[in-house]
């Protein structure tokens, strides 16, 4: 299913670079007395931000399996793949919770080491490329735009349970709008998402276009 917006591979590395560093420097903010606080379902704000950090580090782990050609079209394909294997939300609830534990004694340092490497790997790497992700190979910008959303959406969960004011990088927003308007219209929701948008009809409880 291609995306109806293309991914840029050179945006789609800038935009990756700067939802990194937003999720650092929101992190490096969270108060002491916060990381046991409700952050997102079953998470409290420490597994978020391990939930979070994944979305870093996970890069790292597929770069070094390529592939010849894509089998996932674009960014909202590849959540159409991922979200559509039974029992998924619970194994991702899980994940969350072991990767607190990865945060060790300094979350906010953990963090900020994985955005410095997460970049310098990117940094390393070739256009084009196609690696293998977990629901399938994929293009690396399509794969970064997937990210980009993760980091992008997290991190504004992550400063609505600190209590933070944050201002999220332009070029990486309009990145995540663009998928997921791409994934509504592939889900046939867009017409809901459109009325919302322009203040007709407000959505109904508990939509989202991730399913």
Do not use: C
């Amino acid at each position: 299913m291609p995306g109806i917006h293309p991914t840029d591979p050179a945006q789609a590395r800038e935009a990756f670079k700067r939802a990194a560093a937003f999720l650092a420097d929101t992190v490096a903010h969270i108060p002491d007395d916060k990381w046991a606080a409700p952050a997102l379902g079953v998470w409290d704000l420490r597994e978020l931000v391990g939930h979070s950090d994944r979305a870093l580090t996970a890069l790292e782990r597929f770069v070094g399996d390529t592939a010849d050609a894509p089998e996932i079209e674009s960014p909202a394909d590849y959540y159409i793949k991922a979200m559509a294997p039974a029992g998924i939300n619970e194994q991702v609830a899980e994940s969350g919770r072991r990767a607190a534990a990865s945060l060790g004694d300094n979350p906010q340092a953990k963090v900020r080491e994985s955005a410095q490497q997460v970049t310098s790997v990117l940094d390393s790497l070739a256009d084009p490329l196609v690696i293998r992700s977990q629901a399938g190979a994929i293009r690396l910008e399509d794969y970064l735009a997937t990210r980009v959303v993760e980091l992008l959406v997290h991190t504004l969960d992550i400063a609505t349970a600190a209590g933070l004011d944050v201002e999220p990088p332009p070029l990486a927003m309009g990145m995540v709008l663009n998928v997921l308007s791409d994934l509504a219209v592939a889900k046939g929701t867009a017409p809901d998402v459109a009325m919302a948008l322009t203040g007709r009809r407000p959505l109904p409880d508990g939509f989202s276009v991730l399913g």
